[in-house]
């Protein structure tokens, strides 16, 4: 791993890293002014009158605490499908579209090995996903401390919101092995996007339809249960980590992958 080529990528995708926060941070704002202990019985109500949808999007769990209502509406929905959209587009900007148009031939001349070059790549990569889910915690945090003083418990926050690297980690890792692994990267690109989507979408039917159980079970995704660490739930922390594990595993074939492959640059 080369630090000035670390630098140079997180420089690059800085601008990027910093809108996606904005969003999210104002979705993190709605989200914390909208908790009210008063209203549970009407979203209970609403939740009754429209149980697909709010199960479609992860949200049915019920919510009794302020660290309940934020897991519930932000984890997942929001805190996965940003951060996959920001993933996609730092993939994309500094992976594929130089292997296809032959601009990687610049970063190739430097005196350094193919592997070097890629690591950096992934430690930009991982720093950024760091930094964002730790600008994020900040701000539900801040949030909370603002709005509901001493409301929030901080520490099952900081358990769920940990477990979000694992899933990030897991998501970026197949997206980038099926960018190295396929001869065209676009395929690739599309590919690891797709299948990122299609767990996404297996967990939306899963939690559906109850009694298709076999969509969890193949389910990666279902690994990382933001609730279960929330509540302390003995097992969901070793999920967490297991799911990070495979992610990163993920990103050690693409490292594999890029160093064999034919670079036509």
Same mark, same amino acid.
């Given at each position: 791993m080369n630090l000035?080529?670390?630098?140079?990528?997180?420089?690059?995708?800085?601008?990027?890293?910093?809108?996606?926060?904005?969003?999210?941070?104002?979705?993190?704002?709605?989200?914390?002014?909208?908790?009210?202990?008063?209203?549970?019985?009407?979203?209970?109500?609403?939740?009754?009158?429209?149980?697909?949808?709010?199960?479609?999007?992860?949200?049915?769990?019920?919510?009794?605490?302020?660290?309940?209502?934020?897991?519930?509406?932000?984890?997942?929905f929001l805190l996965v499908l940003f951060p996959l959209a920001f993933m996609l587009m730092a993939v994309h900007k500094k992976l594929v579209k130089p292997l296809e148009s032959g601009s990687l031939a610049f970063t190739l001349a430097l005196p350094l090995t193919r592997r070097c070059i890629v690591l950096s790549f992934i430690g930009a990569f991982a720093a950024l996903l760091i930094g964002l889910l730790v600008a994020t915690t900040l701000c539900e945090i801040a949030c909370a401390a603002l709005l509901f003083p001493g409301d929030l418990d901080v520490s099952a926050l900081l358990r769920a919101n940990a477990g979000l690297l694992g899933l990030w980690l897991f998501m970026g890792g197949l997206v980038f092995l099926g960018v190295c692994?396929?001869?065209?990267?676009?395929?690739?690109?599309?590919? %690891?996007? #797709?299948?990122?989507? @299609?767990?996404? =979408?297996?967990?939306?039917?899963? *939690? $559906?339809?109850?009694?298709?159980?076999?969509?969890?079970?193949?389910?990666?995704?279902?690994?990382?249960?933001?609730?279960?660490?929330?509540?302390n739930?003995?097992?969901?922390?070793?999920?967490?980590?297991?799911?990070?594990?495979? %992610?990163? #595993?993920?990103?050690? @074939?693409?490292? =594999?992958?890029?160093?064999?492959? *034919? $670079?036509?640059?």
């Open positions: 000035i080529l670390v630098r140079r990528e997180i420089k690059s995708n800085l601008f990027s890293a910093l809108m996606f926060f904005g969003v999210i941070a104002l979705y993190v704002v709605c989200i914390v002014i909208m908790y009210d202990p008063s209203l549970e019985a009407s979203l209970s109500t609403m939740q009754e009158a429209m149980p697909e949808l709010f199960a479609a999007f992860g949200m049915a769990s019920p919510t009794t605490t302020l660290v309940d209502f934020m897991v519930n509406y932000l984890q997942k692994v396929l001869s065209r990267p676009d395929r690739g690109f599309f590919a %690891g996007a #797709g299948v990122c989507l @299609l767990f996404y =979408l297996m967990g939306m039917l899963a *939690d $559906l339809q109850k009694d298709w159980d076999i969509l969890k079970v193949a389910n990666p995704y279902e690994l990382y249960q933001a609730t279960d660490l929330v509540s739930t003995a097992g969901a922390v070793t999920d967490a980590l297991l799911l990070g594990a495979i %992610g990163c #595993g993920l990103f050690a @074939l693409g490292v =594999l992958a890029f160093t064999r492959r *034919d $670079l036509s640059v």
